[in-house]
């Protein structure tokens, strides 16, 4: 019983809080409003009871007083006060469409955080506002993140969304490059307990190795540790493919690949020995023989990168090998391989004709300032403060910010926060008052997690296996908080001219009938040439996201619906990954893309790598993530922050040896766009030359409104990040890589007398 007096009911939904999508096992008292416990729900059909301190933490979330609960309006003074949701529309609709008629629509830009990626309102209905603005200053997290990866993806498979997922679960040999699941609980591979996961690899015989510049958490659980020199994954790929070529380990010719492009692939290596690419990886030609022999000879192996692989300089490069080295020994599309989800809402790659389509377009415009190409209908975020702060027809003049906090989460931050300084207008819909937002003239909040229904659209396509799981909301919103998806049609009719008071209910089904209009035109959707209307009653009586939930439920690829999720809390297991070829591809040739031109053509730039003279002075920064972290905007949570400082940056006994840097003391960090005081951490766990800082901190900045994070500030390490260094086919920031100076701080001379 709570103390009110109710009973308490457990309710069972998924985490949002990251790719895992951990089924939780949550006590409500709904009279208080809370939950009273959280665990890891143990029938949960992929999580099976694993939990983190994160999803712990989903109670002080839910419980923070500084979550912003009311929408908040910039008064003169700088100060925010609340105001009602009508207010804070009028005030959005009375400014905004005024700027884009002054000047253009290009004059409102956008940014969509990450949390959108989890969240329905977003997933859904963030095309249609971002169609309805109709701008192209689009930026999002993306580009400090996977596009790389999905742009590698798309010239090999034919869409951004077919992305190979480690079969973790069945493969006999693990090469994870740049990646640290045990903190990160795994990213573009969702899979819960991946700890577990891995030491069950180890125990049917496999093997796991880390290639990663520090003896991260994962590296302890791994067989074998390559510590590489930051930004030469490359390098490395290319030696293992050296070597599986010349010693004829490769696998039989895959009718899904051409004779040509294997060629091709093969010539590229030839110059790539251990040897030649030994003095720039920093690693021993044997051990790198040795893994491209065991990878090669093992009964089914996967190379899997992430951020570490991604936001480098050869980001979409290095995702391309991954998958070279994946098809050329036999493991793609093989169980415990490197394999193709079929989620059960479908993917681009389920929709069309199976396999052949239109392949990957990209650069179909150009960022004003620097001229970058878009990249999925975007632009990158290294790219946002220049669009603000350099003048000119098309400049940002007024900015969206969707679960966003760019300030902390991209290269060069105090350039973009002096840019939003400078906006005439902007508009947060988020729930902190942040680095980031503290700029806002209107902050728009949206309901706690717990408050939210819950389907994670992208991250189950995406999964080591196919599941489907559907969260109703465990507590009823508060008297007068609409629905997040309701906030985002809002600005739909506001960006559409229709003002504040638009009938949000007539755009959901303007939207459903489109996506039904879709469907029934598509000859190979199961509700090929149906009538709309018929479909649309089919639907009823839901709305809103539960209704496009189901409509894509009822067209995917299994017969199921809405209710039938609705009936298994604990999720619905759809079985291992199977394989997909041809028919998940969509590229124009209806064949595996092996040597897409533009990559082929950045192979010269390996060859100037190779060239680089190792300078035994220089030191380059990289990041780290910890488990009680998630980006920038969980440290507001007291289990989460307790304990040591974790924002520290790591050195190894040499360098600090040689730069006079001792443990504990403070050192000045400076790169070509900032500098920072850090405290130092001396550590073996970071190869010499290389050192580390979390991202995600520095909460110290006049007008953040959370109280335990400024407690816990922490020092912010994209001030040190450029946004001039990108990687050249997405964009996307390099954040891993950048060369520092270190210097000790020298203690203040004491002054007596
Ligand atoms: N140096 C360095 N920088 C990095 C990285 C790195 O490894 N190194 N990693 C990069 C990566 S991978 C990513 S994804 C980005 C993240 O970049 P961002 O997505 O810009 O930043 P987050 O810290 O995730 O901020 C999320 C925001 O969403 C808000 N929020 C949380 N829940 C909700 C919700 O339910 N609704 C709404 N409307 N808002 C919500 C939070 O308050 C916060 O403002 O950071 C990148 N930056
Ligand atoms: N606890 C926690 N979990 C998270 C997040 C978080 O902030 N905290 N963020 C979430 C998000 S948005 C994402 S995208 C994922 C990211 O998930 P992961 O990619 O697993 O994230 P990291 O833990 O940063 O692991 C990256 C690793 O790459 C290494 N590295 C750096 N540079 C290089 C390099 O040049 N080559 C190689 N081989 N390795 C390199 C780093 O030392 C680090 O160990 O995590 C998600 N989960
Ligand atoms: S691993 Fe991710 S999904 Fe699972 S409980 Fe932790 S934060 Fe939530
Ligand atoms: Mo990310």
Redo the contacts with the bound molecule.
Sequence with gaps: MSEYGQPMTVAFRTC?LCEATCGLALEVDAAAHTVTKVRGDADDVLSHGFICPKGVSIKE?HDDPDRVRTPLVKQPDGSFAPATWDEAFALIADRLPAISAEHGRDAIGA?????????L??LLYGKVLLKALGTKQIF???T???YPKQAASALLFGSGSTIAIPDLDRTDYLLCLGANPLASNG?LMTAPDVRGRLRAIRRRGGQVVVVDPRRSRTVQEADEHLPIVPGTDALLLMALLNVIFSERLEALPSPHVSDEHLATVRALADDFTPEAVAPATGLDPERIRAVARAFATAPSAVAYGR?GTT?QAFGTTTSWLIDVLNVVTGNLDRPGGAMFPLPASGLPNTKGAPGRGRGAIFGRWASRVRGLPEVFGELP?AALAEEVDTPGNGSIRALI??????V????NSERLAAALGTLDFMV?????V????RHADVI??????LE?SHFDLVFMGFAVRNYANYSPPVLERPAGMPD?WE?VLRLVGIATGQGASADVGAIDDFVVRAAIGKEVADEHSPWHGRDVEECVAELAPRTGTARMIDLLLRTGPYDLTLADLEAQPHGVDLGPLQPRLPEVLRTRSGRIELAPEPLVADVARLHDLLAEAADPERLVLI???HLRS?????HNLPMLVRGPERCTLHVHPDDAARLALTDGAPATVRSRVGELRATVEVTEDIRPGVVS????WGHDLDGVEMDVARAHAGIN??V??DEAVIEPFTGT?V??GIPVTLAPVEAPVAVTG
Excluded at 401 to 406: E, H, S, Y
Excluded at 408 to 411: D, E, H, K, N
Aim: hydrophobic share 35%.
């Design positions: 949002p979330l940014y969509i955080g990450n949390p959108a990626a989890h969240s309102a977003f999002s997290a993306s400090v993140d996977q990213s951020i936001t975020a910010t969707i679960a966003g906090n760019p902390v989460s991209t290269p947060s819909v988020d729930i902190y942040n680095e980031t937002t728009l909040p949206a309901p706690s997690p939210k997040e906030t990041g780290r993530r998630n980006n920038s905007w969980m800082l979390p991202h995600g390490s994209n040190l990040t920031a954040l891993n």
